[in-house]
């Protein structure tokens, strides 16, 4: 029995130097990172770094010469900041180029020509050149959904859903409209589509 007792009170011992040495531990360990936070954001060079990122390096859009600048950029500043190994890794990007600014109008029925505003977005794909045709409309891609094959075929389609502007959130405006943008041309391809038009 004193056996037992005398290795309780021993575990108890044990169990406790180990539980104040955590919190020793503990302390010192958060001191420590309150140190290394602190020269972070009063030392630091994140926010110069990020605007020589922005401002002299720009826009990087992938496979942009700008994109590569930018990891020839980082690459020096790893260096220069002494680190034990820093290497680039090679890695497949997709690549888009716009080529010939967009342009576009149509004609009326009386004649009247008027122009229009065109963009096409990263990933669209290109037109080969001129390309024109009958225009049918829809007010939704719904409606477009709902469409005869025989209604669009070999015509130039437009999706005339504009965002809600009565939203705060300008970016859930915009972004409400991403289905068009996402899945509006693939619809129409799969009805025999020449060109889908899209505006917001």
């Known amino acids: 029995m004193k056996q037992r007792i005398y290795f309780f009170i021993t575990l108890l011992t044990v169990l406790g130097l180990n539980l104040q040495a955590q919190t020793r531990y503990s302390d010192a360990d958060s001191v420590m990172v309150k140190t290394i936070y602190n020269e972070a954001l009063e030392n630091g060079l994140a926010y110069t770094d990020l605007k020589s990122l922005c401002k002299d390096i720009g826009a990087r859009l992938s496979g942009s010469v700008s994109a590569e600048l930018a990891v020839k950029w980082g690459y020096q500043k790893l ?15 997709p690549h888009w180029e716009r080529g010939t600014k967009e342009n576009g109008y149509f004609v009326r029925e009386d004649g009247s020509i008027y122009k229009v505003n065109l963009l096409a977005l990263g990933g669209s794909v290109s037109t080969k050149g001129i390309m024109q045709g009958e225009l049918v409309m829809f007010k939704n891609r719904e409606e477009l959904l709902q469409a005869e094959t025989s209604e669009i075929k070999d015509k130039i389609v437009f999706i005339s859903q504009p965002m809600d502007q009565k939203m705060i959130t300008t970016f859930k405006a915009y972004g409400a409209c991403y289905p068009i943008r996402g899945f509006g041309a693939i619809d129409a391809a799969k009805k025999e589509l020449k060109l889908l038009l899209y505006a917001h």
């Open 79 to 93: 260096s220069a900041y002494g680190f034990d190994k820093v290497y680039l890794q090679e890695v497949m990007v």
